[in-house]
């Protein structure tokens, strides 16, 4: 009888080590899509409501909208530019705070009420500027 043992043939797969189980990558759990919170919805009765709760939730309602702000940039001479500072100086040391955009807004609404024929005059009298940026200054 023959009881000899198989040999395997390929060496490496005898020196080989069997590989320890690794940790399997736990998938977490999906979370659950809580509902959003709605507003109380429930109803009070006006005659349920104190007055001064009723005078408050007016004043809120009355409450203008917010203005759509526009952000701009524009070139100027420095001439003109130095108008618009010396203003604002004038007006802060008579009392009066105010920013460069608010003597721009003013000066917006002094031209919607001028009529044509004097803002086409004055519009006439203005160089006419290369639109863009200024270059560097060396």
Do not use: C, W
Request: proline content about 8%; glycine content about 6%; aromatic content about 2%.
């Amino acid at each position: 009888m023959n009881t000899a043992v198989p040999v395997e043939t390929n060496p490496a797969s005898a020196l080989a080590v069997p590989k320890a189980k690794q940790p399997s990558a736990k998938k977490r759990p999906a979370r659950k899509q809580l509902p959003k919170k709605q507003p109380n919805t429930k109803q009070v009765s006006k005659a349920v409501k104190p007055k001064l709760l009723r005078k408050v939730s007016q004043v809120t309602a009355a409450k203008p909208a917010k203005q759509k702000l526009v952000r701009d940039s524009f070139t100027i001479p420095e001439a003109e530019y130095q108008i618009l500072v010396n203003t604002k100086k004038l007006l802060t040391k008579s009392g009066v705070e105010v920013k460069k955009t608010e003597l721009l807004r003013v000066g917006l609404l002094l031209i919607g009420k001028t009529s044509l024929t004097v803002l086409k005059r004055h519009l006439g009298g203005l160089e006419k500027l290369k639109s863009g940026r200024p270059g560097k200054s060396k």
